[in-house]
């Protein structure tokens, strides 16, 4: 059953305190190495498109033509769900948004709630972009997230936090250190796709939990007194980007 927007921000709250509880648990496949390090070779994402490109686009074509789509698309949406540890790819379709395929996350360090400091090892919550595509991660492949945004900037400067982090990506391989990590062949499908749609044509949400399935319960205390905006936020993208309701 769908709740409505202020139904998932509540619900977006209260999974927290559950969440953060379980994080080790949950997350038990992540791993914490000293420095994140991209750059370890000059390889251009026209390398990547002649090495990759051809079996790529093939998985995805299958993909979007089981949704009923046809590939490539003008734009695509990816949501991350950081408890579900899985990322959803969604494409549009006749004015709504259809989903298309999941990818399982490998790695995703923290634990529920929004990224606030540089090295808390926190994987952002919120609504971003694809500023960059790193053909020469130490990671396989690697998209680069535009975070901290505007949202994030201005809560920063509220807060005074002069340092809310850096560098975040969606990566291959099963390492995390505040990124999203899908796997090396989900990561040349992901790459490849954004490379042909362009990436100012990705939109990234990244939320705690799936609030599309969750009940209203009342909201845990000790989150940054934004949180509820920010996951209002959330839970109207999540209403965009549906899944059937038999996942």
């Known amino acids: 059953m769908r709740v409505k927007h202020g139904g998932l921000a509540a619900a977006f709250l209260v999974a927290l305190a559950v969440a953060t509880v379980l994080a080790v648990g949950t997350w038990g496949r992540s791993f914490w190495v000293p420095a994140y390090r991209t750059v370890v070779g000059d390889r251009t994402v026209a390398d990547v498109m002649a090495e990759y490109g051809e079996p790529a686009t093939k998985r995805l074509a299958a993909r979007f033509e089981a949704a009923g789509l046809h590939y490539p698309p003008s734009e695509v949406a990816l949501v991350g769900l950081k408890s579900e540890m899985r990322l959803e790819l969604s494409a549009p379709a006749g004015g709504a948004w259809r989903h298309v395929a999941d990818y399982a996350v490998t790695a995703a360090s923290g634990v529920a709630g929004p990224k606030l400091h540089e090295g808390d090892r926190q994987v952002p919550e919120g609504l971003y972009r694809i500023v960059g595509l790193n ?3 130490r990671y396989h ?11 994030d900037r201005r809560h920063a400067a509220r807060d005074g936090r ?3 982090g850096s560098d975040i990506f969606i990566h291959g391989k099963a390492v995390s250190v505040g990124c999203l990590a899908v796997g090396d062949a989900a990561i040349e499908e992901l790459f490849v796709l954004a490379a042909s749609v362009g990436k100012d044509n990705v939109a990234v949400v990244i939320a705690p939990f799936d609030g599309r399935r969750t009940p209203v319960l009342p909201p845990p205390e000790g989150l940054p007194p934004w949180t509820p905006e920010l996951y209002r936020l959330i839970g109207e993208a999540l209403e965009r980007y549906s899944r059937p309701t038999s996942a």
């Open 141 to 151: 492949l690697s998209m680069k997230l535009d975070y901290p945004n505007a949202f």
């Open 162 to 164: 002069a340092h809310p």
């Open 135 to 137: 053909p020469n991660s």
